[in-house]
C-alpha cells in the first residue's frame, strides 16, 4: 500500500474542520487605578536579553518595602522534572518558616532540565535579587527571594545578563537604570515580563475589608498552552507553564497563607485545563507584607477563624479570576467553557468528573466545530472510577447559555430529552458557555474551566 503524505492525509480530513478565528483578547486588559494596588511594593520588568527580539520584556522584579516581615506562600508543580526555580522556591521557605521580601521572574527560558548549572543560575538570581532589598527587620536569613522561569525547556539561562538586568535595578549602583515603582504602569511591566506566547498581561486588583479595615489584593500570571496545572504546598508532593503571583498588604501568619493559598488553588489554578499537559514550572505565589495591616496582629486561622475565612474566601475568588484568564488566552481557543458538576458525594468526586469533562479531546473539537453532541460529555463522566458507583438513571446533562436565558436539559435522570436542536446550536456557537451535570448521588460540586481544541494545517507540520 502506497504511503500518503502528510499533504494528502490533510486534504483528506480538511473538509472536517471550519476554519474560523480566534476571538480579541484586548478587552480583557485595561489600565487599573493606582489606588487599587496594595501598599509596600515596588516592580517592575525590563529587557535583559533572554529573549532575542530587542526591547521584549523578559525579565520582572518584585520587591516588598513593609516594615514588617512578609509572609509567603507558595503551590508548585508535582510534575517529576521540577525545574531548578521551584526546587529553589522551596528551599528558600522552607529553610525562612514562610517568610519573604521579593521575588524574580525571567520569560524565554524554564531553566528546567539543566542540572547542576540550572540549580547555580536560580540561586545565583536569588543573591542578585536579595541585594536589592533594604537591610532585613531582624530576620537572620540572607534569602529572602523567590524565583520563577518560563519559557523553553532543557536549555541554560543566560545568567549574566539577568545578573546584569537585576543589580541595573538597584538604585545605589553607579550604572542605576532603576524604573521600579508602585503604579500601574510598573505593575503592567511586570505583567508583561511574565509573558511567552500570552497575547496580553493577565494583571488583575481588588480591594476588600475585614472587620472594617481595608485591604488591597494585586496578582498577575500568565500561561495560553502547556496548562492542566496540578499544584501542591511545598511540605506536601510537588504539582507546578503556568506561572502567577498574588501580593497583599494584609498581614498573614505564614502557616495560615499556606493553608488560604492551598484551598484556593485547588479551586482556581487547578481546576483548569488547555491542552491537559503539566508543566515542569508551575507555581503560584503570595506575599503578605502587612503594610496597611498598622498596628493589627496578622490573621490566624487557629487565633481568629473568622477573619482568616474572610481572607481565604478573598484570596479564592481572587485567584478563579486570575486562571481563567488563562483558559481565555488558551492558544487557538474560540471558546471559555465552564464544566460545573453538581451531586456528587464529595468535592474530590466532582472535580475528577469536571476535570475529565475539561480535558476530553472529543469534547473540546466538538466545542470547536460547534456540534451539540452530548454523549461525549455523557463518555467523559463515566469513564473514571468514583468513590460511590455511578448510577446512569441518576445523571442530567444541561447546556447553560451565557446570556441568562433558560438552560436546556439534554439528558434528566438517565432518560434523554427531546432537544431542540436549533436552540442547542445557538448555545454552543457562542464564545462562552456552560456544561452542567448532575450526579444524583450527593450534595458536593466543583467546577472547572476549559476551552475547545482547534486542528490546524499547521500543526501537521506542514
Avoid at 536549555?155 to 500601574?184: E, R, Y
Wanted: proline share 5%; hydrophobic share 40%; with cysteine.
Amino acid at each position: 500500500m502506497a504511503s500518503l503524505s502528510k499533504t494528502s492525509v490533510w486534504r483528506r480530513f480538511s473538509s472536517t474542520f471550519t476554519s474560523k478565528p480566534t476571538p480579541s483578547k484586548t478587552h480583557l486588559h485595561a489600565p487599573i487605578p493606582d489606588s487599587a494596588f496594595p501598599k509596600g511594593y515596588v516592580l517592575t520588568g525590563i529587557h535583559a536579553g533572554v529573549k532575542k527580539k530587542p526591547g521584549v520584556l523578559d525579565l520582572a522584579v518584585i520587591l516588598s518595602t513593609s516594615s514588617r516581615p512578609a509572609s509567603a506562600a507558595a503551590c508548585f508543580t508535582r510534575n517529576a522534572f521540577k525545574a531548578a526555580p521551584v526546587v529553589v522556591s522551596q528551599q528558600v521557605l522552607e529553610q525562612n518558616q514562610g517568610r519573604a521580601r521579593a521575588l524574580v521572574v525571567n520569560s524565554g527560558c524554564a531553566n528546567a532540565v539543566t542540572g547542576k548549572q540550572g540549580m547555580e543560575d536560580a540561586w545565583a538570581m536569588v543573591a542578585a535579587t536579595d541585594a536589592l532589598l533594604e537591610p532585613n527587620q531582624g530576620q537572620k536569613s540572607q534569602k529572602e527571594t523567590l524565583v520563577m522561569s518560563t519559557g523553553v525547556i532543557g536549555q541554560t539561562l543566560p545568567i549574566s545578563k539577568i545578573l546584569a538586568g537585576i543589580t541595573s535595578q538597584s538604585p545605589k549602583s553607579v550604572d542605576s537604570k532603576s524604573t521600579l515603582g508602585s503604579g500601574f504602569e510598573a505593575w503592567e511591566r511586570a505583567a508583561r515580563a511574565f509573558m511567552t506566547t500570552d497575547t496580553f498581561p493577565k494583571l488583575r486588583a481588588r480591594t476588600f475589608s475585614i472587620r472594617g479595615k481595608e485591604y488591597h489584593l494585586a496578582g498577575m500570571d500568565k500561561g495560553a498552552g502547556m496548562i492542566h496545572p496540578n499544584m501542591g504546598p511545598p511540605s506536601g508532593q510537588l504539582h507546578a507553564t503556568l506561572l502567577g503571583c498574588i501580593l497583599t498588604d494584609a498581614a498573614v501568619v505564614p502557616k495560615s497563607l499556606q493553608s488560604a493559598l492551598t484551598y484556593a488553588v485547588d479551586r482556581s489554578f487547578n481546576s483548569i485545563s488547555v491542552d491537559g499537559d503539566m508543566s515542569t514550572n508551575d507555581t503560584i505565589l503570595v506575599l503578605a507584607n502587612g503594610a496597611a495591616a498598622e498596628g493589627s496582629a496578622e490573621i490566624d486561622e487557629q487565633a481568629d477563624p473568622e477573619a482568616f475565612e474572610l481572607f481565604k474566601q478573598e484570596l479564592t475568588t481572587f485567584a478563579i479570576d486570575l486562571a481563567q484568564l488563562v483558559v481565555r488566552d488558551g492558544e487557538g481557543a474560540t471558546k471559555f467553557v465552564t464544566v460545573s458538576v453538581d451531586g456528587a458525594t464529595s468535592y474530590a468526586d466532582a472535580h475528577k468528573v469536571a476535570s475529565r469533562i475539561s480535558t476530553s479531546a472529543l469534547v473540546k473539537t466538538a466545542l470547536f466545530g460547534e456540534d451539540a453532541n452530548w454523549g461525549r460529555i455523557l463518555a467523559a463522566t463515566g469513564s473514571i472510577p468514583l468513590s460511590a458507583p455511578l448510577d446512569p438513571t441518576r445523571v442530567s446533562v444541561s447546556f447553560i447559555p451565557a446570556d441568562g436565558t433558560a438552560p436546556l436539559p439534554l439528558l434528566v435522570n438517565g432518560e434523554p430529552e427531546k432537544v431542540d436542536e436549533v436552540r442547542a446550536k445557538e448555545i454552543v456557537s457562542a464564545e462562552d458557555l456552560e456544561i452542567r451535570v448532575d450526579l444524583g448521588l450527593g450534595n458536593e460540586s466543583a467546577k472547572y474551566w476549559t476551552c475547545d481544541f482547534r486542528v490546524r494545517e499547521d500543526q501537521w507540520g506542514l
